[in-house]
DNA sequence: GCCAACGTTGGC
DNA sequence: GCCAACGTTGGC
């Protein structure tokens, strides 16, 4: 099993949201950056885990845990023109956007701040330290159980 | 709201 | 296929 670490603006799509998602499971729809793609289409598996991080908004800190419930999966608003993650340039033949779905676990009862992260010289790994832009990232396994204890 | 970092686009 | 210009992300 792998762990990861997806972005989500809090304003858009919170951790909340997805426990309140009476679906219970949730298409993690519109990410439209081709590193964040492979990771999603080539790596990410049923049965993996996710801390959920709320980015650009008041305190950014990793939130809490949720479960991968689907592999990728074609993310049908690339070629919706009415939604904001339209990509006219997508092929319909050769989509290049995919989603997985993802259901809720659980809360941090602290969420771990950006902040607490960056000061934290026991967190060497996480590319959250480095790589800004990067919305769907791996975490080590050590990193994760160390993260855990910290959200506890 | 500013702006640094960095990914993407497109002319050549 | 280089690289300048442009656009977006996301912390502050």
């Not at 023109?81 to 319909?92: G, M, Q, R, T």
């Not at 009862?109 to 769907?136: C, E, F, H, W």
């Amino acid at each position: 099993m792998n762990y990861w670490l997806f972005k989500t603006e809090p304003d858009t799509f919170s951790l909340d949201d997805l426990k309140n998602n009476p679906n219970s499971s949730t298409f993690w729809e519109g990410i439209r950056n081709y590193q964040a793609r492979n990771f999603l289409r080539d790596e990410v598996k049923v049965g993996d885990q996710v801390f959920i991080y709320h980015s650009s908004c008041k305190v950014p800190a990793i939130m809490g845990i949720a479960v991968v419930t689907a592999a990728a999966a074609v993310d049908p608003h690339q070629f919706n023109p009415e939604s904001i993650y339209y990509d006219p340039k997508s092929p319909a033949d050769k989509p290049r956007w995919v989603g997985v779905t993802v259901q809720y676990l659980s809360h941090f009862k602290k969420p771990v701040t950006l902040q607490a992260i960056k000061a934290d010289p026991a967190i060497t790994d996480l590319a959250l330290k480095k790589a800004g832009r990067l919305s769907v990232m791996p975490v080590s396994a050590s990193e994760w159980q160390y993260l855990v204890k910290l959200g506890q």
